[in-house]
């Protein structure tokens, strides 16, 4: 599903010469507030202390490029092979190209008499006093004609200069800054998100985004059924772990106590049909692998940060034990969906990748926990068995039940992203690092064949970019993260 208009363009890096044509009706002026960082936008390019230009556009002969000056976070467009009178300017937008309403046609300016071409001055990409995350792309217009050519959406490598950084960033530019939320995405989703820039923080250093944790919580606390706790039993997982993750970086102790209160709010939908496990809702009518590999890394958590806990101790390790002879993991050594209730058997459902990387990151919190080294040769045999099945690795990438044809609805574009992060915390707590190697070819292919121009990424790693939103890059954050130098 599309999340852009008609008028707006989506463009893979591959093809940065093709342009976004528009009536120019269709774009109107906005008067715009002087946005200032290191320096006010305005600037004179011949001031720039360098000049990059990603991408570019063509309509009627004339060439439209953008430039950046890196080292400053400015941009500015020019337009050359035109005619006196030809128009080029810049559009900027702080939700990643989705909207540029506030401050559109930036610099706008026209060709003089006696030139062929002309440039505009030099604007800021980012709003950093208002926690704007920005993007940009420089249009324009032969004189004598209506319609428009845009170059695709880009931004300067200020917090973008690594693939995992950049992947964070435009990850960013999804954030709601009043909401505490990612837009496009779903509430469980921006658990994830928030857990994907957490862990983007650790392994990269770049503290940039840390505003999200506070902004998150205190906007969300009362939300749903407060703590971040819903019906859904894995929604309230998802949470508990963000909030986990969030404690680790920040050591504020209202997060794990959060996370303690998401984990008791489980074991309360917890029984004795079909031998033990937690149900995937309140309305106790379903018990499948989700909720449960998610309770079972949320107590270990939490026992490995609790001083002297027991408790959570224990509901992991039954978690465990009923969670390895439910029947969920098949003769394959893939986890399916879940448990038909009147038989108490593996329902046959598909296998999800996201099934198969909570598990190993649960029974590596589990090891931590109890030194049980039989835990991380329990996770190295359903790694191993999901990183060379051939339906779940089409062709050496990781592909979800349905694709290419698939497009993931609402859910599915997250869970790739949980796979590779479950898979990096056991690949690093191996001595050996078993799956660096494929690891690093997701991120290789996800980055050369489903990206955009903006650093933005789709749901198929293989190939090719079909749509952006926030889970589509929450899963790329989680790729590029476990591949990124401390990751792995």
């Known amino acids: 599903m599309s999340l852009l208009r008609t008028t707006r363009f989506l463009l893979s890096a591959v093809l940065p010469l093709v342009a976004v044509v528009i009536s120019a009706s269709a774009v109107a002026s906005a008067a715009t507030a002087s946005i200032c960082d290191r320096y006010c936008d305005g600037r004179d390019p011949a001031l720039t202390a360098g000049d990059r230009t990603p991408v570019q556009a063509t309509i009627y002969s004339r060439r439209i490029v953008l430039h950046f000056d890196d080292a400053d976070d400015m941009a500015w467009g020019s337009i050359d092979t035109g005619n006196p009178g030809d128009e080029v300017w810049l559009d900027r937008s702080f939700d990643g190209g989705r909207s540029w309403s506030q401050g559109s046609r930036l610099g706008d300016t026209t060709v003089p008499s006696g030139q062929r071409g002309w440039r505009t001055l030099m ?18 217009k032969a004189g004598d004609r209506a319609e428009i050519a845009c170059t695709p959406w880009a931004r300067t490598t200020w917090n973008a200069g690594t693939r995992s950084t950049a992947a964070a960033t435009a990850l960013m530019e999804f954030y709601g800054n009043g909401t505490g939320l990612w837009a496009t995405t779903n509430w469980w989703n921006s658990a994830n998100a928030l857990t994907a820039i957490i862990d983007n923080v650790r392994v990269s250093g770049m503290g940039s985004y840390k505003y999200a944790v506070a902004t998150t919580y205190d906007a969300n606390l009362s939300a749903q059924g407060g703590q971040f706790r819903n ?111 009147s038989t108490c058997k593996n329902n046959g459902q598909p296998v999800y990748s996201y099934n198969q990387g909570v598990i190993l990151n649960g029974l590596t919190e589990l090891y931590r926990a109890t030194g049980d080294a039989s835990l991380l040769t329990s996770a190295r045999g359903l790694a191993d068995a999901s990183t060379t099945d051939p339906a779940l690795n089409p062709n050496g990438i990781l592909a979800d039940p349905g694709e290419p044809q698939s497009n993931g609805g609402a859910d599915g574009p997250s869970f790739k992203g949980v796979y590779a992060r479950g898979l990096a915390a ?12 494929y690891l690093n070819r997701q991120a290789d292919s996800a980055y050369a064949h489903d990206r955009n121009a903006l650093d933005q990424y ?27 130098a401390g990751g792995t």
């Open 123 to 140: 604007y800021n990409v980012d709003d950093w006093s208002n926690r704007g995350v920005g993007a940009v792309r420089a249009c324009g």
């Open 231 to 341: 019906d859904y039993l894995d929604d309230t997982g998802w949470w508990g772990l963000a909030w986990v993750d969030a404690y680790d970086l920040t050591g504020d102790s209202r997060y794990l106590n959060t996370a303690r209160a998401d984990a008791d709010w489980m074991t309360s939908y917890s029984d004795g049909v079909c031998g033990g496990g937690v149900y995937w809702r309140t309305q106790r009518d379903y018990k499948n692998a989700i909720p449960n590999e998610l309770y079972l890394q949320l107590t270990a958590a939490l026992h490995n940060r609790i001083p002297g806990d027991t408790t959570y101790l224990n509901l992991a390790t039954k978690e465990w034990s009923w969670f390895k002879a439910s029947g969920m993991i098949n003769s394959s050594h893939l986890i399916n969906d879940g448990l038909d209730l």
């Open 426 to 437: 056991l690949n690093k707590a191996l001595g050996d690092h078993p799956y660096t190697a």
């Open 458 to 484: 789709g749901y198929h790693w293989a190939g090719p970019l079909d749509s952006t939103d926030a889970a589509r890059q929450q899963s790329a954050v989680d790729l590029m993260n476990a591949t990124a």
